[in-house]
C-alpha cells in the first residue's frame, strides 16, 4: 500500500523560500512519478511539477525557474523547493502518484493517491 505524507507547508513573505517533503511508503521508484499539485481558494487544481527516475521533471510554465522538484530515494522523499515565491503560489500543495484529477478539484481520491495537503501562504 502506497502512503504519502506532506509537510513543509507554512507562511512566508513574497520572495521567500519554502522546502515541501512528501514521503512515499511503499514506492517502487523506478516505476513510479511523484507529483506536486495545488489548489488555491476559486481555482482550479493544477499539477505544479512532477519527478520520475526515467525521464525529465516537469514544471507548469508559472513557476519554471523558481521551483526545484527533487527525491531522494534512500529517504523515501521527494522535495519541492520553492523560490522567489509569489502571493498567486499560495494555495494548499498535494503530493500525489499515479494521479488524476477530476473536476479541477483536488485531491481527486479516486484518481491516485495523494498526501493529506499543506498550505503554503505567501503575503505580499
Known amino acids: 500500500t502506497v502512503k504519502l505524507v506532506e509537510s513543509g507547508g507554512g507562511s512566508v513573505q513574497a520572495g521567500g523560500s519554502l522546502r515541501l517533503s512528501c514521503v512515499a511508503y511503499g514506492i517502487t521508484w523506478d516505476e513510479s512519478e511523484i507529483d506536486w499539485f495545488r489548489q488555491a481558494p476559486g481555482k482550479m487544481c493544477e499539477r505544479v511539477a512532477g519527478i520520475n527516475v526515467n525521464g525529465p521533471s516537469y514544471y507548469v510554465e508559472s513557476v519554471k525557474g523558481r521551483f526545484t522538484i527533487s527525491h531522494d530515494s534512500a529517504a523515501n522523499t521527494v522535495y519541492l523547493h520553492m523560490n522567489a515565491l509569489k502571493s498567486e503560489d499560495t494555495a494548499t500543495y498535494y503530493c500525489?502518484?499515479?494521479?488524476?484529477?477530476?473536476?479541477?478539484?483536488?485531491?481527486?481520491?479516486?484518481?491516485?493517491?495523494w498526501g493529506q495537503g499543506t498550505l503554503v501562504t505567501v503575503s505580499s
Open positions: 500525489a502518484t499515479a494521479a488524476a484529477v477530476l473536476g479541477g478539484q483536488c485531491p481527486s481520491l479516486d484518481f491516485g493517491t
